[in-house]
């Protein structure tokens, strides 16, 4: 078993449209959980970062996390044509510098 | 301007050479890494380094070998013995223990054995 699963979709929505993107973990000791946005061909940029567990909004992105369910969610209201990207959630431990990824959704979002 | 900065952008190597990809950093970081991305596979941790002359293995280190002589700079060797080596490759680099605002990846080299 991964130690972090997310599905790779792709994912299409009309511009407007609330997307949600989700991760599950099977590793109890994650205490920080990242969104990646990765355009095409380029590095990941962090998009925001929760530790431990609740919600943290940042404009039209808001993180969830849920430790006892050991699931994360992104959502990102009134989605825009330059939202279309791969996102990448991602974890590490309280004291590790390994960060375990999940493989990514892609992610179109038609004007 | 503070960053990470990788090349070359695009590397085209026969099988069985050797073929050394560069990653320096000005962002006085200490921790450096070096992740491998296949599709449907996302980032996969290749080395670690945390301090300069020190380095350990990530989750697929067989094929790859790291250096980590100055604080700038961490290169990594593909040799001949990486059975699969066509991927792109991400250089990132981090302050250790500061959460992960601090880590930041460069802009990528696809490397394509022909």
């Not at chain 1, 609740?54 to 050991?70: C, H, I, L, P």
Request: aromatic fraction near 14%; glycine fraction near 8%; include cysteine.
């Amino acid at each position: 078993q991964k130690e972090v699963e997310q599905d790779p979709g792709p994912l299409s929505v009309p511009e407007g449209a609330i997307v949600s993107l989700n991760c599950t973990y099977s590793n109890s000791a994650f205490q920080y959980f990242m969104w990646y946005r990765q355009y095409s061909r380029k590095g990941p940029e962090l998009l925001m970062y929760t530790y431990s567990s609740g919600n943290k909004e940042d404009g039209r992105f808001t993180a969830q996390v849920d430790k006892s369910s050991k699931y994360i969610s992104l959502f990102i209201r009134d989605s825009q044509p330059s939202d279309s990207a791969t996102y990448l959630c991602a974890m590490s431990t309280n004291t590790g510098n390994q960060f375990y990824f999940g493989t990514g959704t892609s992610l179109t979002v038609i004007p | 301007d503070g960053g990470i900065t990788q090349s070359p952008k695009y590397l085209f190597r026969k099988e069985g050479q050797n073929v050394t990809l560069s990653c320096e950093q000005n962002l006085n970081h200490d921790a450096m890494y070096w992740y491998r991305q296949d599709p449907g596979q996302g980032l996969r941790l290749i080395y670690y380094s945390q301090i300069v002359n020190d380095f350990q293995k990530g989750d697929i280190a067989e094929g790859y070998s790291v250096s980590r002589e100055k604080k700038e700079s961490f290169p990594l060797t593909v040799t001949s013995a990486q059975k699969n080596p066509t991927a792109f490759y991400l250089c990132a680099s981090s302050i250790p223990g500061r959460g992960p605002d601090t880590q930041y990846f460069g802009p990528g080299t696809r490397l394509t054995v022909l």
